[in-house]
T-cell receptor, first 114, second 114 residues
Framework: DSGVTQTPKHLITATGQRVTLRCSPRSGDLSVYWYQQSLDQGLQFLIQYYNGEERAKGNILERFSAQQFPDLHSELNLSSLELGDSALYFC?????????????FGSGTRLTVV | GENVEQHPSTLSVQEGDSAVIKCTYSDSASNYFPWYKQELGKGPQLIIDIRSNVGEKKDQRIAVTLNKTAKHFSLHITETQPEDSAVYFCAARWTMDSNYQLIWGAGTKLIIKP
C-alpha cells in the first residue's frame, strides 16, 4: 500500500457519459498530480494541485477538469467521454511542491469507454 | 521547458546479465533524478533516486549514475532476475515559477529472458 488511494479501481461507461475519479493523497502530502496512461504508452501529465490550488496544467482536454478539496483529496472529472479516453488514470502525491522527495503513485483507475 | 529522452524503448536481456537504461535531460538546473518501476497493471514505484551533488548511488543490484556535464543519467541493474521485468521510467525535476514538477522519460520495457 503506497498510501495514495484511488477509487474506483475499474470503471466501464458508455460514450458521452461523465465520470469522476477520486484520489486521496498520502498523509502529509500537499500536492496531487493526475496522469493518463494509454495502453503501452508513457505517463501523460494532466494537471497538478497544491493545497487546493491549481499549480500546473499539462495536456488536459477541455472536457476534463479537476479540483482539490480542503481535506486535500482530489477529483478528476471526465465528461463527454470518447472511446479514446479509455486508459489508466493515475494520481500521485508529493510533499509540498518539491520533487526532491519524488512522487508516490496510487494503483490507478482503469477506465473503459464502450 | 525541460525535456527528458529515454533509451532504449525496449530492452531484452538474459537472466543474470546486466541491463542499462539511459536518460538525457535538457535543463541544466535540474537537480533531482528518480527512477520508477511499473509492473503490469500497477502504479509506478520509486526504486532509486539521485541528487545532482552525487555522481553515483547504489542499492543492492541497482545503481544510478549521473553525468551533470553531459546531462545524462543511467540506471544499471546487475544480475537480472525475472521479477525485474517491468517498465522503467526516468524523470528529472523541473522548476517553473517556484513550482516543481517531474518531467518523465517515455519509459523502457525491460524483458528478462529465462
Amino acid at each position: 500500500d503506497s498510501g495514495v488511494t484511488q477509487t474506483p479501481k475499474h470503471l466501464i461507461t458508455a460514450t458521452g457519459q461523465r465520470v469522476t475519479l477520486r484520489c486521496s493523497p498520502r498523509s502529509g502530502d500537499l500536492s496531487v498530480y493526475w496522469y493518463q496512461q494509454s495502453l503501452d504508452q508513457g505517463l501523460q501529465f494532466l494537471i497538478q494541485y497544491y493545497n487546493g490550488e491549481e499549480r500546473a496544467k499539462g495536456n488536459i482536454l477541455e472536457r476534463f477538469s479537476a479540483q482539490q478539496f480542503p481535506d486535500l483529496h482530489s477529483e478528476l472529472n471526465l465528461s463527454s467521454l470518447e472511446l479514446g479516453d479509455s486508459a489508466l488514470y493515475f494520481c500521485a502525491s508529493s510533499v509540498a511542491g518539491a520533487g526532491n522527495y519524488g512522487y508516490t503513485f496510487g494503483s490507478g483507475t482503469r477506465l473503459t469507454v464502450v | 521547458g525541460e525535456n527528458v529522452e529515454q533509451h532504449p524503448s525496449t530492452l531484452s536481456v538474459q537472466e543474470g546479465d546486466s541491463a542499462v537504461i539511459k536518460c538525457t535531460y535538457s535543463d541544466s538546473a535540474s537537480n533531482y533524478f528518480p527512477w520508477y518501476k511499473q509492473e503490469l497493471g500497477k502504479g509506478p514505484q520509486l526504486i532509486i533516486d539521485i541528487r545532482s551533488n552525487v555522481g553515483e548511488k547504489k542499492d543492492q543490484r541497482i545503481a544510478v549514475t549521473l553525468n551533470k556535464t553531459a546531462k545524462h543519467f543511467s540506471l544499471h541493474i546487475t544480475e537480472t532476475q525475472p521479477e525485474d521485468s517491468a517498465v522503467y521510467f526516468c524523470a528529472a525535476r523541473w522548476t517553473m515559477d517556484s513550482n516543481y514538477q517531474l518531467i518523465w522519460g517515455a519509459g523502457t520495457k525491460l524483458i528478462i529472458k529465462p
